[in-house]
């Protein structure tokens, strides 16, 4: 499996359309055989902060479910309202 942890930080006043944007594509992912979990989180610290778990098949699956036109498609919504994103771990679950 592989696993990763995503930081996204929203334009001020955007974190729930995100949040949104984020929770339509997680129903999509999670539909799919290769994502076994894709969890949108809000942060307590920081207003326009949203952290993304996601947990796939393997590395390949991730990377395949990008060029997905829906996924596009939530990628190019969620563009506007994002200051900027960042990997934070990619992990490798051992539980």
């Known amino acids: 499996m592989y696993a990763l942890i995503g930081k996204?930080?929203?334009?001020?006043g955007q974190r729930d359309r995100l949040?949104?944007?984020l929770s339509e594509a997680a129903r999509e992912m999670?539909?799919?055989?290769?994502c076994e979990s894709y969890r949108v989180h809000v942060s307590l610290d920081e207003a326009n902060t949203v952290f993304v778990?996601?947990?796939?098949r393997n590395e390949d699956a991730h990377a395949a479910s990008l060029s997905l036109?829906?996924?596009?498609?939530?990628?190019?919504?969620?563009?506007p309202i994002l200051e900027r994103m960042e990997r934070i771990a990619a992990l490798e679950p051992r539980t």
């Open 8 to 12: 996204l930080v929203t334009k001020a």
């Open 53 to 56: 778990y996601e947990v796939w």
């Open 30 to 34: 999670e539909a799919t055989s290769d």
């Open 69 to 79: 036109a829906e996924v596009r498609a939530y990628i190019d919504q969620a563009k």
């Open 19 to 21: 949040v949104a944007i």
